[in-house]
């Protein structure tokens, strides 16, 4: 397999997952700070570690070329990150490295820094009270103008906490707070937790990011999808070929096999169809052999276990039909679709990743307690691989981990809020060409302005079936609405360049 860039910093630039328009531009987050406060830093870490000088724990250090201050005290906070937590949204801001592999899993905006405050304590996040004096003036004296924060309460309502943040930012005209909109949006509407119910700042909600982060990898990736016949919904799976069987079309009418597992004969009724069946049981070629002797054209598995896409193994000579696996929250789901209407089936190879047009089921929705649209903006916030806190930089695997949820998304919005504020410091509006005699400090008020500006429709579905809808709900198509704010994060729509990028104003 081949490792990829970082996919997230693709989508935040120009919505594809590649494409680093902005980086390509000279803008990778130069000058900015960004402040923020979590679990820990593992400073060790070849995305932090400066070999010239030494972690600024409870001092300051403007030289060091990632992290200006690390704050701690005898009631909150330490030296190290023991949960991780830290290390991973710190890294999706603006983690960087020289070395080969995990280089490729920085941040954002990677040569923005930070000012970072340790809050963790008996095994959870613990703020202080007074947010504007006590965590957010000096690091905003220090110089940094954008906040990122990955957590909060369980109220819905404009709380004293929610009000601190406004009143920082009525005071501080050029300040600018990203919060993680939370996670309890498989429970539907009214999930956004304060702080992230403030006005003067940016609540962010977390789309799915693509199918090769979920993998991790590019090669081999298979994307199945479903479209229901009467409803007209579609949702596009990850699948995974088996090592046996052929490579052609999986294409037709979707049935479940009987028995569901494909441990027995099959009846006719997969006849000419694609079967979806089971793991368990018997082995992947016994199951293979069974589906094509009862004339399936294509065999689909569905795991019988919340895991990651399983790839079948084993041979199978006699088999020539395609075979394929989905997980089983995707097989499940299937059968939802199955038991309403017809569902025919198609794969492919090649063409748009679409995974990333969904809305993660995690992600907090809207309104607040008291009927304000949230959240503002949606960015990448499931299968995020970034900094791993006790890991080491000898292999891309031991440098890196997987988390998911808004806690994700608010570092990657952050990042690119940091881009879109040297865009404007370094003077590139209105030529679209960099002139730093013509730029300015913009305002919280501005950023947030073209933030959500950026916003680009998700064309996706969303997982409704925690809250009694439908695993393949469509999401709603008009902005802004309270499922994903005004969209997805997309820089180039806001940016201006001289000559002009794809996608761009």
């Known amino acids: 397999p081949v490792v990829r860039n970082k996919w997230a910093k693709g989508i935040v630039q120009s919505g594809v997952a590649g494409d680093h328009v902005i980086f390509d531009k000279g803008l990778k987050g130069q000058g900015e700070i960004v402040g923020i406060a979590d679990t820990g830093i593992d400073m060790s870490l070849c995305f932090f570690k400066d070999p010239s000088h030494l972690a600024p724990y409870n001092s300051q250090s403007p030289a060091h070329r990632k992290v200006i201050s690390y704050r701690y005290d005898k009631t909150w906070g330490s030296r190290r990150d023991e949960e991780g937590h830290g290390s991973h949204t710190t890294g999706s801001i603006c983690g960087s490295t020289t070395t080969a592999g995990p280089a490729e899993f920085g941040g954002m905006a990677p040569e923005a820094?930070?000012?970072?405050?340790?809050?963790?304590?008996?095994?959870?996040?613990?703020?202080?009270?007074?947010?504007?004096?006590?965590?957010?003036?000096?690091?905003?004296?220090?110089?940094?103008?954008?906040?990122?924060?990955?957590?909060?309460?369980?109220?819905?309502?404009?709380?004293?906490?929610?009000?601190?943040?406004?009143?920082?930012?009525r005071d501080h005209r050029d300040f600018l707070a990203v919060w993680a909109a939370g996670n309890e949006g498989t429970l539907g509407m009214y999930t956004i937790g304060s702080p992230a119910t403030a006005k003067n700042m940016l609540c962010v909600g977390a789309q799915q990011s693509t199918a090769e982060s979920l993998l991790k990898q590019a090669n081999e990736k298979l994307f199945v999808k479903f479209v229901a016949a009467s409803s007209g919904v579609e949702q596009e799976v990850l699948a995974s070929w088996a090592a046996f069987g052929g490579r052609g079309a999986i294409t037709g009418t979707l049935v479940l096999g009987?028995?569901?597992?494909?441990?027995?004969?099959?009846?006719?009724?997969?006849?000419?169809?694609?079967?979806?069946?089971?793991?368990?049981?018997?082995?992947?070629?016994?199951?293979?052999?069974?589906?094509?002797?009862?004339?399936?054209?294509?065999?689909?598995?569905?795991?019988?276990?919340?895991?990651?896409?399983?790839?079948?193994?084993?041979k199978a000579p006699g088999v020539t039909i395609p075979c394929a696996s989905i997980s089983s929250?995707?097989?499940?789901?299937?059968?939802?679709?199955?038991?309403?209407?017809?569902?025919?089936?198609?794969?492919?190879?090649?063409?748009?990743?679409?995974?990333?047009?969904?809305?993660?089921?995690?992600?907090?929705?809207?309104?607040?307690?008291?009927?304000?649209?949230?959240?503002?903006?949606?960015t990448p916030g499931a299968d995020i691989w970034s900094a791993k806190a006790g890991g080491n930089c000898l292999s891309t695997n031991n440098a890196i981990q997987d988390m998911g949820g808004t806690s994700m998304a608010a570092p990657v919005c952050a990042g690119g809020v940091a881009l879109a504020r040297q865009y404007i410091r370094e003077g590139f509006y209105p030529s679209g060409a960099k002139a730093?005699?013509?730029?300015w400090s913009p305002s919280g008020a501005l950023l947030r302005a073209m933030i959500l500006n950026s916003g680009q429709a998700l064309s996706g579905i969303m997982d409704a079936s925690g809250s009694g809808g439908s695993p393949f709900q469509p999401l709603?198509?008009?902005?802004?609405?309270?499922?994903?704010?005004?969209?997805?994060?997309?820089?180039?729509?806001?940016?201006?360049f001289t000559p002009a990028v794809s996608g761009g104003p």
């Open 113 to 169: 820094k930070l000012i970072f405050d340790d809050i963790y304590v008996n095994d959870e996040l613990s703020p202080p009270d007074d947010l504007y004096h006590d965590l957010f003036k000096q690091p905003y004296d220090e110089g940094a103008r954008i906040r990122s924060e990955s957590w909060g309460g369980d109220s819905i309502f404009y709380t004293s906490s929610a009000r601190e943040v406004d009143a920082f930012a």
């Open 258 to 314: 009987s028995p569901r597992d494909a441990c027995g004969p099959l009846g006719e009724a997969v006849s000419g169809k694609v079967a979806l069946v089971e793991r368990g049981t018997c082995t992947f070629s016994e199951k293979a052999a069974a589906v094509q002797a009862a004339g399936a054209v294509a065999m689909l598995v569905y795991d019988n276990e919340f895991t990651p896409t399983v790839v079948m193994g084993g």
């Open 329 to 378: 929250h995707d097989g499940e789901a299937a059968k939802v679709l199955m038991g309403a209407e017809s569902v025919t089936v198609a794969a492919s190879t090649s063409g748009a990743d679409l995974w990333q047009q969904n809305l993660a089921d995690f992600s907090g929705k809207g309104p607040t307690g008291d009927g304000r649209m949230m959240p503002h903006i949606v």
């Open 436 to 439: 730093v005699s013509s730029g």
């Open 476 to 496: 709603q198509k008009s902005l802004p609405n309270n499922q994903q704010g005004y969209g997805a994060l997309t820089l180039t729509k806001i940016l201006r």
